[in-house]
């Protein structure tokens, strides 16, 4: 009908030339818009640039960044409300995330490094320390608190809406379909949806006998007397047993690999201490006891009442039989009469974590899922894009492939940072906003560099992981900084930035290499060193210059930056505060003069008053800082003293004799 009233109307001779002209175009633009509408899929809901699946608080600090860029976006949460996944777990309602409200410290950024459960946002009133007192919050506060962040930053969220199928039918568009037949497309999607589905692995027999962590009773009277078999290590393990030890026999806990303890391995995900009360039981002799054991070549029956385990691992060796190859009737029950699980259990439970679900996505957007001890993770590159499908990328713990066993991504106080840095990509990349970023003046970076360094909570969080870079420019006037970029973006930095590198300073914060590990005291006396010439063998958290004359092609390992032209480590600090003259500022002052071939001394008023009349070429502090009338100290002998023994400045008059200077006369 359009397409004839149009053509009706040009046809008439009332119509002016201009008239029928301006009628022409319009036509033709109807038929373009036609064209492409014909040709795209009809997706049966609503258009978005970008989906975002999962409203927990991955989804809800993408929200919030895609929200204040003004970006069409929608979240599609399976539940009624934010954080679905915290209305059941952690199932014995404690977080294992600190909330520490005070730290002498009226820094924000600062405080950010001590605060595991806010998300990142431009309202103080959102803050995790405004709803709870405890050290570690119960998680009802958390799904009050994610509320409130939903509804403060007003985030569009479609509740109820389950999503069962991701399908990709074009190159630019995304089908999603929901439990009700509901369609949603979008040109962008973001999966994050954390890693929910617990992990099951299949005994050679006896699965029906163990109950899930998932299931398990909460009552700790339906523990009482009874014997108790614990399969897995990690904190769910281990909070289990602290909520039921009261009341049990013993407890028995059995894992493929060593107890971790977080406080060895700075790993948040390895064992914390507020659930590690059965190490005391164990080693104290009071009946509980963990084992070393492959819970897959596991047999259980349960004979009597009682759940006994079945394992011959002789018989199975002269057999040669993978134990989920044999059934029940292939063991023979003859056990050495010493076996340490000779008794029999009346409960076994499976505390073994959670994975990722991968089952939604269809196989024109498959999920390709990381290998080995990564295979509960999406596999992902530096950009959090999906290996196996354009354009997917997966935000919040399910990003933690990246840094898994490295750092805290898979937890909100890394990966608030780590979705940032997403969004910023995704910005430069789908948008043409570079990467945030400053200039500084050459002769404040070093200010800049020691300000940034005793605040910055991204890279202390997610250290090794993102860094910041300082690009310096060819003049040697000017230097840009830019924040917690991703470190294996390095090599491809103009396509996750986009800035082109040339001459640059990664700065990294780094733990020791040889710090922990089987057979290491991390209490010994000798754990940390004070000494800067001593630097490069802190074990503590500290940071690390990386310079470089020319962009590098490839790391040396995902999250290992290669050989640099310069290096400098600034030497461990008890208070994690970089900041003594001798120690810390004089070290990075020279290598900063190293690397830009500058002297980066700062110099009273006077001095650089005599620098301008007496040479031609002066330092960059009396250069951009004097020179430019910006504030500079006038000296006095209680001031100069302290500066000039510890290297921060300079002493170019007599300042046992001061002379003074006739202003007028020089004018």
């Not at 001593?534 to 290669?562: C, G």
């Amino acid at each position: 009908m359009f397409r004839y009233v149009l053509a009706h109307s040009l046809r008439r001779r009332s119509v002016t030339m201009t008239t029928r002209t301006l009628l022409a175009c319009i036509y033709l633009a109807a038929l373009a818009v036609l064209a492409a509408s014909a040709s795209e899929p009809d997706s049966g809901g609503v258009d978005h640039e970008y989906c975002i699946i999962g409203a927990g608080p991955g989804g809800l600090q993408m929200g919030y960044y895609m929200e204040r860029a003004k970006r069409d976006y929608i979240i599609l949460e399976r539940e009624s409300s934010p954080g679905s996944f915290y209305q059941k777990y952690p199932r014995h309602r404690k977080l294992i995330s600190i909330n520490k409200r005070f730290t002498g410290k009226d820094n924000p950024e600062f405080n950010m490094r001590h605060d595991w459960n806010s998300l990142l946002s431009d309202d103080s009133s959102l803050l995790m320390r405004h709803y709870s007192k405890d050290f570690f919050p119960h998680v009802d506060t958390m799904l009050k608190y994610l509320g409130d962040f939903a509804t403060k930053f007003d985030l569009k969220i479609k509740y109820q809406t389950n999503i069962v199928d991701v399908d990709k039918p074009s190159e630019k568009m995304f089908v999603l379909k929901d439990s009700n037949d509901n369609h949603y497309s979008c040109r962008y999607l973001i999966a994050a949806t954390g890693i929910w589905v617990p992990n099951k692995p299949d005994l050679a027999a006896g699965n029906d006998l163990v109950t899930g962590y998932e299931d398990m009773s909460l009552n700790t009277t339906d523990y009482e007397g009874k014997t108790v078999l614990i399969l897995g290590r990690g904190n769910s393990a281990y909070e289990t047993a602290d909520h039921i030890v009261s009341s049990t026999n013993l407890i028995h806990m059995l894992a493929r690999s060593r107890v971790r303890l977080s406080w060895a391995t700075h790993y948040v995900g390895d064992l914390r201490a507020l659930n590690n009360n059965l190490l005391d039981t164990y080693q104290l002799k009071s009946l509980d006891a963990m084992l070393e054991a492959s819970v897959s070549s596991l047999a259980l029956k349960k004979i009597n009442g009682k759940i006994w385990v079945l394992t011959d691992e002789i018989e199975e060796q002269e057999e040669g039989k993978h134990p989920s190859q044999k059934k029940e009737s292939d063991y023979s029950g003859e056990l050495p009469d010493n076996f340490a699980m000779r008794e029999p259990y009346d409960i076994v439970l499976r505390c073994l974590g959670f994975k990722f679900d991968p089952s939604i996505f269809g196989s024109r957007a498959p999920v390709e899922m990381g290998k080995g001890r990564l295979s509960k993770y999406p596999a992902v590159k530096p950009t959090y894009e999906s290996f196996s499908t354009k354009d997917l990328y997966i935000a919040g713990t399910a990003g933690h492939y990246r840094d898994f066993r490295k750092s805290s991504g898979a937890f909100i106080h890394g990966f608030r940072y780590t979705i940032r840095a997403l969004h910023r990509y995704l910005e430069w990349a789908n948008h043409g906003v570079r990467w945030p970023s400053q200039t500084v003046q050459i002769s404040d970076l070093m200010q800049h560099i020691l300000t940034r360094l005793n605040e910055m909570s991204g890279p202390y969080q997610m250290f090794g992981i993102l860094v910041d870079v300082i690009m310096l420019d060819d003049s040697g006037n000017f230097a840009r900084y830019l924040q917690e970029v991703p470190i294996d973006c390095i090599p491809a930095f103009g396509r996750c930035t986009g800035y082109k590198l040339s001459k640059y300073i990664v700065i990294n914060l780094e733990y020791g290499r040889n710090f922990s590990g089987p057979g290491k005291d991390v209490f010994s006396s000798e754990r940390a060193t004070g000494e800067p010439s001593e630097a490069d063998e802190s074990n503590f958290l500290h940071p690390v210059f990386y310079y470089y004359e020319k962009p590098i092609r490839k790391m040396q390992s995902p999250t290992r930056l290669p050989l640099p032209d310069h290096l400098l480590h600034l030497v461990e600090d008890f208070l994690t505060s970089w900041d003594a003259p001798n120690s810390h500022i004089l070290p990075l002052r020279r290598f900063l003069e190293d690397v830009t071939q500058e002297d980066l001394r700062s110099f009273f008023a006077e001095t650089c008053f005599k620098y301008a009349l007496t040479h031609a070429d002066l330092p960059k502090f009396c250069e951009q800082q004097y020179l430019t009338g910006r504030s500079v100290l006038i000296s006095t002998p209680k001031l100069i003293g302290p500066v000039v023994d510890r290297g921060m400045g300079d002493k170019v008059f007599d300042y046992e004799q001061p002379k003074p200077v006739d202003l007028d006369a020089l004018v």
